[in-house]
């Protein structure tokens, strides 16, 4: 199956900076790419996601990049603020996948 | 309201009980999950649903099992808890259009086995 990676397991930032979370995969088929956020005492949530026909996909603050042959994706987060501490998880699958494959977590904290 | 409502949010229990974990959901969504998290692991698939009669294993489905009893409920089970399925396990629903879709969580139940 799928083995998804994802550094570094902490961040800090100070507020106002940008924070970059890399994540790499194994399976050359996957084709579908979320990132979610998980505040402290909630469930994950979807903030951004692409897909392998786009190579960066932009929100307001957060960005996401895709390197298919080099099988990695990052999640970029510019003028970093309070409220974007949390734990994120990138999380890979393929077409038909019953399943997201996700990384291990990466704890974000913005210092004020 | 939650629109995906996991109940209880926090158990402890004793090794060899069994325990149920519920959770309904308002979405409307076919397709209901399972997921366990630990700390450095991340999310680890359970057990997943497509429908009333779709009952399906993921990644890490010993010592667990599952219940569909209807389209908006879908509880998960340890039949014989022991120490190492202390963890946090959340409930998700999703539409699965164009691989697994969106996954919308629960809040977690918090389980302690001693």
């Known amino acids: 199956g799928e083995n998804v990676e994802q550094h570094p397991s902490t961040l800090s930032v100070q507020e106002g900076d940008s924070a970059v979370i890399k994540c790499t995969y194994s399976d050359s088929a996957s084709n579908y790419f979320p990132w979610y956020k998980q505040e402290l005492g909630k469930g994950p949530q979807l903030i951004i996601d692409i897909r392998s026909n786009v190579g960066e996909k932009k929100d307001q603050r957060i960005a996401v990049t895709l390197n298919k042959t080099a099988k990695h994706f990052s999640l970029h987060i510019t003028e970093t603020q309070p409220e974007d501490s949390a734990v994120y998880f990138c999380?890979?699958?393929?077409?038909?996948?019953?399943?997201?494959?996700f990384g291990t977590g990466t704890r974000l904290t913005v210092i004020p | 309201d939650a629109d995906v409502t996991q109940t209880p949010r926090n158990r402890i229990t004793k090794t060899g009980k069994r325990i149920m974990l519920e959770c309904s959901q308002t979405?409307?969504?076919?397709?209901m999950y399972w997921y366990r998290q630990d700390p450095g692991l991340g999310l680890r698939l359970i057990y997943y649903?497509?429908?009333?009669?779709?009952?399906n294993k993921g990644e890490i489905s010993d010592g667990y099992s599952v219940s569909r009893q209807a389209q908006a409920k879908f509880s998960l089970s340890l039949e014989s808890a022991i120490p190492n399925q202390t963890a946090l396990y959340f409930c998700?629903?999703?539409?699965?259009?164009?691989?697994?879709?969106?996954?919308?969580f629960g809040e977690g139940s918090r389980l302690t086995v001693l």
């Open positions: 998700a629903t999703s539409t699965g259009w164009r691989n697994t879709g969106e996954l919308f």
């Open positions: 649903s497509f429908d009333v009669k779709d009952i």
């Open positions: 979405k409307g969504h076919d397709r």
């Open positions: 999380a890979a699958s393929k077409a038909g996948a019953n399943n997201l494959f």
